[in-house]
């Protein structure tokens, strides 16, 4: 997510630096943004000149030493390493706006470990974010409106289309999104139907541009399962994980990031398991 963020930030002409402590995660990320760039130009989306300046513009690296005007966190949902990593990058930036990718932890709490909390607000993006048209906003308790003015604003620079919801927990569209994905499993585990003909269910009789299995291999099936655990305690159990769902989990199957989830994945492709 953190380099698809990258992307989108470039594209719209801004300065970005893609930072992590792992090497290896920025040699990574480095590939996965060539790779989305040159799919672009293949389709026609991108103009030869737009690939290199967009290149031109993110750069990678292990420190985040530098002034910005934004920092967008996109690590693990982790709340006390979310808490620890914007604490410490509002204090070194005191003008920042300070922003989460997180789909479902709580922005006030973030908000609380920093100085001047009212600059800190959610960011949602979806994947892949270059794509996807929506950005969920956030509004923490603490957030200030001149922030949230800032946040819709570079929202429409990007492209995107905002939407404002309150800090609660699952926000709106991760909350609506999982309990789709999670009835999905269920019906797998019971028998109800193939993975991928439960997807096409609902790429085809709702249009979805696709379905919420695909989706939950996209997102990772270990990021599915915290946000499940995370909704089930703070809002019921209807939002409790499916055993087929824990065992994948325990089994190593979390989607494309593995070549294994719902579907057997080759690279960017997504093959139907055998029944």
């Known amino acids: 997510m953190g380099v698809g ?8 002409n801004l300065t970005t630096l893609v930072c992590d402590a792992s090497t290896q995660a920025l040699s990574s990320g480095q590939e996965r943004l060539q790779r989305s760039l040159q799919r672009a130009l293949d389709r026609g989306k991108l103009e030869a000149s737009q690939f ?3 290149q031109g513009l993110v750069s990678f690296r292990q420190d985040s030493a530098g002034s910005f005007d934004l920092v967008v966190e996109a690590v693990s949902e982790d709340l006390a390493l979310k808490k620890q990593i914007l604490g410490e990058l509002a204090e070194r930036l005191p003008q920042a706006l300070i922003a989460s990718n997180t789909s479902s932890l709580s922005l006030t709490e973030m908000a609380s470990a920093c100085i001047r909390p009212e600059r800190v607000l959610g960011l949602h993006f979806f994947n892949p974010p270059p794509v996807m048209q929506l950005l969920e906003v ?8 001149e922030c949230l003015d800032r946040a819709l604003e570079l929202a429409r620079r990007l492209g995107k289309t905002p939407i404002v919801v309150r800090d609660v927990a699952g926000f709106a569209s991760s909350r609506l999104g999982i309990i789709l994905g999670l009835e999905a499993m269920r019906m797998v585990e019971s028998g109800v139907a193939s993975a991928a003909d439960i997807d096409r269910a609902m790429e085809l009789g709702y249009r979805h541009p696709m379905g919420p299995l ?3 291999d996209l997102v990772g099936l ?11 305690k703070e809002i019921g159990p209807q939002f409790s994980p499916p055993p087929l769902l824990r065992r994948m989990v325990r089994a190593g199957r979390l989607g494309k990031k593995t070549g294994q989830g719902f579907y057997l994945w080759q690279g960017d492709q997504a093959l139907e398991v055998p029944s």
Do not use: F, G, M, P
């Open 214 to 216: 695909k989706l939950t």
């Open 52 to 54: 290199q300046q967009i």
């Open 5 to 12: 963020i990258a992307e989108v930030l470039a594209r719209a």
């Open 222 to 232: 270990d990021v599915r399962l915290a946000i499940a655990e995370h909704l089930s």
């Open 138 to 145: 956030v509004r923490a308790e603490q957030t200030s409106q």
